[in-house]
């Protein structure tokens, strides 16, 4: 069978096996969307939000790109977060990202590949702030924190964005994290709390 096709056939099993175990879920689907959660996460095929988190269709809206980034003049990601924070009064934002990404390690050796150079010129930034932090590290732990401070970096790009500013004036019950995925054992680590506590053991 050509690949293509046996996507629809797996397509049509997996929707004929969720029919069986609860008639009624796509009837309710098709009803409404009110998720509580708005994921920003990597496009890596091995990062699927609604599978690690154990979710189901319709419990979290979702934004991918390379290496979760989020730009101020990114009109995709910034109609996603607005969508999500003023019509579907999403209640978290998640930035996510995961230890081993192409992304970040294409950032830190500086490899050429074309028109996502521009792209990861923003990763390249942030590991030339915190260069100090970076340097005495080995190759590989440099890549693992700078997939840390990737992820606290594109928080605080969310906190700065109009949207979120609007909302949290309003009132509105919003709150930003910033999360790490471990490709190795399946667990996510909140990546915030990890420095906080790292600084409050140092004092």
Request: hydrophobic fraction near 40%.
């Amino acid at each position: 069978m050509p690949v293509i096709k046996e996507l629809f056939e797996k397509n049509r099993q997996w929707a004929e096996r969720t029919v069986e175990s609860e008639p009624d879920f796509f009837k309710k689907l098709s009803e409404q969307q009110t998720p509580e959660y708005l994921w920003i996460g990597c496009a890596d095929s091995r990062v699927p939000a609604n599978q690690l988190l154990d979710l189901l269709p319709g419990d979290i809206f979702v934004h991918r790109n390379v290496a979760n980034l989020v730009i101020h003049t990114d009109l995709n990601c910034l109609s996603v977060l607005q969508y999500a924070v003023e019509v579907l009064k999403v209640k978290h934002v998640i930035v996510c990202g995961h230890y081993g990404c192409g992304g970040v390690e294409a950032a830190l050796a500086n490899r050429q590949l074309g028109l996502i150079d521009n792209w990861l010129a923003h990763i390249q930034d942030i590991a030339t702030y915190h260069w100090q932090d970076l340097e005495p590290l080995s190759q590989e732990e440099r890549v693992q924190k700078l997939c840390e401070l990737n992820v606290l970096e594109q928080a605080r790009n969310i906190k700065r964005t109009s949207i979120v500013r609007d909302a949290l004036a309003k009132g509105q019950d919003l709150r930003i994290h910033s999360w790490i995925y471990s490709l190795r054992n399946g667990r996510l680590t909140d990546v915030e709390a990890k420095y906080r506590d790292a600084e409050q053991q140092q004092r």
